[in-house]
């Protein structure tokens, strides 16, 4: 389980997160940075090279974990270097769940998103244009010359309501 002193800089850190996000459009080097580094200062201090490693562990397999939707240009690298912060806060497992309940949330958030700015035939034009590209070419239309401009998503909100709801299923015994 994760010291109080983690949990309290994780949760300051997603609410900066999410703030710059859903104002800006961005979440910035400084604020991810600083979030990974505390995470490897208070684990390195709790528990001296375990800890290091578990961060270290942690960081890769939250960077990992969004490393496709950046590389094909779903996502911005702000969201991909938050979640390895928080991996480096929480650890391997413990950001694996998180980023369950945050893609969970995120697939509930770009419908809403999508319903609201088109209309869920639109939607649905969308999804059924992209697999059929797949199903034809085997590849994924991530320009705006193949597919229409999607609405943005602040995705540093849907990453942060994901890691309370791991941290609060852990905290109960749940998970």
């Given at each position: 389980m994760s010291s109080p002193l983690l949990l309290s800089g994780l949760a300051l850190g997603l609410v900066v997160a999410a703030?710059?996000?859903?104002r800006e459009g961005r979440i910035p080097n400084w604020l991810t940075f600083s979030l990974a580094a505390f995470g490897f200062g208070v684990q390195?201090?709790?528990?001296?090279w375990e800890g290091f490693l578990f961060s270290l562990g942690?960081?890769?397999?939250g960077l990992a974990c969004l490393m496709f939707f950046y590389i094909k240009g779903g996502m911005g690298a702000g969201d991909v270097k938050l979640l390895g912060a928080i991996g480096a806060i929480l650890g391997p497992g413990q950001v694996v769940i998180a980023f369950a309940f945050a893609a969970m949330l995120g697939g509930l958030y770009s419908l809403a998103l999508m319903s609201n700015q088109g209309?869920?035939?639109q939607a649905w034009d969308r999804v059924f244009l992209l697999l059929s590209t797949l199903?034809?070419?085997?590849?994924l239309p991530v320009s705006g010359d193949q597919i229409p401009a999607e609405p943005k998503l602040r995705y540093a909100l849907v990453l942060g309501l994901g890691t309370v709801i791991a941290q609060?299923?852990?905290y109960y015994g749940v998970w």
């Amino acid at each position: 389980m994760s010291s109080p002193l983690l949990l309290s800089g994780l949760a300051l850190g997603l609410v900066v997160a999410a703030v710059t996000d859903v104002r800006e459009g961005r979440i910035p080097n400084w604020l991810t940075f600083s979030l990974a580094a505390f995470g490897f200062g208070v684990q390195s201090w709790e528990h001296g090279w375990e800890g290091f490693l578990f961060s270290l562990g942690g960081l890769g397999v939250g960077l990992a974990c969004l490393m496709f939707f950046y590389i094909k240009g779903g996502m911005g690298a702000g969201d991909v270097k938050l979640l390895g912060a928080i991996g480096a806060i929480l650890g391997p497992g413990q950001v694996v769940i998180a980023f369950a309940f945050a893609a969970m949330l995120g697939g509930l958030y770009s419908l809403a998103l999508m319903s609201n700015q088109g209309g869920l035939r639109q939607a649905w034009d969308r999804v059924f244009l992209l697999l059929s590209t797949l199903k034809v070419t085997r590849t994924l239309p991530v320009s705006g010359d193949q597919i229409p401009a999607e609405p943005k998503l602040r995705y540093a909100l849907v990453l942060g309501l994901g890691t309370v709801i791991a941290q609060t299923l852990f905290y109960y015994g749940v998970w």
